[in-house]
């Protein structure tokens, strides 16, 4: 499992309808709860790439030196992963 502050980077960086959305979304312990499962089921590059992004705030240029590919690789990759994620969470 990832570190907790990938969860934490990532909730913070989902778009809300509002504020209050967003506050019934966090204080519903079971939205994190999914997230984290969500982030868990993907590949261990996908992981890597969002701790990458999220966590560690790495440019697409460093990220690319890390994973040894391009920077529209990269950006492909980062499409495909959030909408993998964004399909784990339909349900919120």
């Known amino acids: 499992?990832?570190?907790?502050?990938?969860?934490?980077?990532?909730?913070?960086?989902?778009?809300?309808?509002?504020?209050?959305?967003l506050l019934d979304a966090l204080e519903d312990g079971s939205f994190k709860t999914e997230l984290v499962?969500?982030?868990?089921?993907?590949?261990e590059y996908a992981q890597r790439l969002m701790g990458m992004i999220y966590q560690q705030e790495l440019n697409l240029r460093e990220i690319c030196a890390v994973?040894?590919?391009?920077?529209?690789?990269?950006?492909?990759?980062?499409?495909?992963?959030?909408?993998?994620?964004?399909n784990c969470m339909k349900v919120w």
Do not use: K, Y
């Open 1 to 21: 499992m990832m570190m907790t502050t990938l969860h934490d980077n990532l909730v913070a960086s989902l778009e809300f309808g509002s504020d209050t959305e």
């Open 37 to 43: 499962r969500a982030i868990d089921s993907l590949p």
């Open 67 to 86: 994973m040894g590919t391009n920077e529209s690789h990269i950006s492909q990759l980062h499409g495909q992963t959030l909408t993998q994620l964004s």
